[in-house]
């Protein structure tokens, strides 16, 4: 490029999407004098989802400024809890997010999962039709315009994934009111009206059950429940909501 120098920095937080040479901090950058700023920030690896407020020499820009000569440029990290004005607050996450899909499900948040691949387009194009902020790992996906929202995964562990996200949206918990399988929510089944569908010693053992609305599949407090109340019983803690 040999157009207009400018000077970036990108919030500590952004700092593992841009080469190590700029993580430092304040960088030169040359620019070509008519991208927008949005542009140049994807350009050196940040998804749009996680850019933040925009700064050129202190004052807030839309994503559409054109940076000019001699500006110094910051790009600060989303606010927490991040609102997303417009629709009521969902998920979709792609298809390498399942165990997430699963225990934010189990905390009660509308969470989509495709559990095949459907391909980055179909993705983008489902988060759009039904407003969804779609979760990701794939910063290729996440630069796709049609999405309605979207934000980046930061960890690879489930646990951290969890927190990352609860602690992103401040999405409101309902812990025990969705199914795990397929979204559906949960209503409380009658004993004698699922009794086919157990088996013996499930039927001998456990007494309260739940059903779901959409897949009938059915529930009740078994052998891994123990684990499960953990996982509600930190995310309540932290992050507030019902642990009943």
Same mark, same amino acid.
């Given at each position: 490029?040999?157009?207009?120098?400018?000077?970036?920095?990108?919030?500590?937080?952004?700092?593992?999407?841009?080469?190590?040479?700029?993580? @430092?901090?304040?960088?030169?950058?040359?620019?070509?004098?008519?991208?927008?700023?949005?542009?140049?920030? %994807?350009?050196?690896?940040?998804?749009?989802?996680?850019?933040?407020?925009? !700064?050129?020499?202190?004052?807030?820009?839309?994503?559409?400024?054109?940076?000019?000569?001699?500006?110094?440029?910051?790009?600060?990290?989303?606010? @927490?809890?991040?609102?997303?004005?417009?629709?009521?607050?969902?998920? !979709?996450?792609?298809?390498?997010?399942?165990?997430?899909?699963?225990? !934010?499900?189990?905390?009660?948040? &509308?969470?989509?999962?495709?559990?095949?691949?459907?391909?980055?387009?179909? $993705?983008?194009?489902?988060?759009?039709?039904?407003? @969804?902020? $779609?979760?990701?790992?794939?910063?290729?996906?996440?630069?796709?315009?049609?999405?309605?929202?979207?934000?980046?995964?930061?960890?690879?562990?489930?646990?951290?994934?969890?927190?990352?996200?609860?602690?992103?949206?401040?999405?409101?918990?309902?812990?025990?009111?969705?199914?795990?399988?397929?979204?559906?929510? $949960?209503?409380?089944?009658?004993?004698?009206?699922?009794?086919? !569908?157990?088996?013996?010693?499930?039927?001998?053992?456990?007494?309260?059950?739940?059903?779901?609305?959409?897949?009938?599949?059915?529930?009740? @407090?078994?052998?891994?429940?123990?684990?499960?109340?953990?996982?509600?019983? &930190?995310?309540?803690? %932290?992050?507030?909501?019902?642990?009943?």
């Amino acid at each position: 490029m040999n157009g207009p120098e400018i000077t970036l920095e990108v919030a500590p937080e952004l700092r593992l999407f841009v080469p190590h040479d700029r993580r @430092r901090g304040a960088t030169p950058l040359t620019t070509d004098g008519a991208s927008t700023l949005g542009h140049v920030i %994807e350009s050196l690896g940040v998804p749009l989802t996680e850019a933040g407020e925009l !700064l050129a020499n202190g004052a807030p820009v839309a994503r559409s400024h054109i940076p000019v000569p001699g500006e110094h440029i910051e790009v600060r990290a989303v606010d @927490r809890p991040q609102q997303v004005p417009g629709a009521p607050l969902r998920f !979709l996450l792609d298809v390498h997010l399942g165990t997430l899909a699963r225990r !934010l499900r189990l905390l009660g948040v &509308d969470a989509a999962y495709e559990s095949e691949d459907i391909g980055d387009p179909a $993705l983008a194009a489902l988060s759009a039709r039904e407003r @969804r902020v $779609l979760l990701s790992r794939d910063r290729g996906l996440l630069r796709r315009r049609e999405i309605w929202a979207g934000a980046y995964v930061y960890s690879d562990r489930p646990q951290e994934q969890l927190r990352d996200i609860l602690g992103r949206f401040a999405p409101a918990l309902a812990p025990w009111t969705r199914c795990t399988a397929c979204n559906g929510t $949960l209503a409380v089944a009658d004993k004698d009206a699922v009794s086919d !569908l157990l088996e013996h010693g499930t039927q001998q053992a456990y007494d309260v059950f739940a059903r779901c609305t959409e897949c009938a599949r059915v529930y009740w @407090r078994g052998a891994h429940h123990g684990h499960l109340e953990t996982i509600v019983a &930190d995310a309540v803690r %932290e992050f507030g909501g019902a642990a009943a």
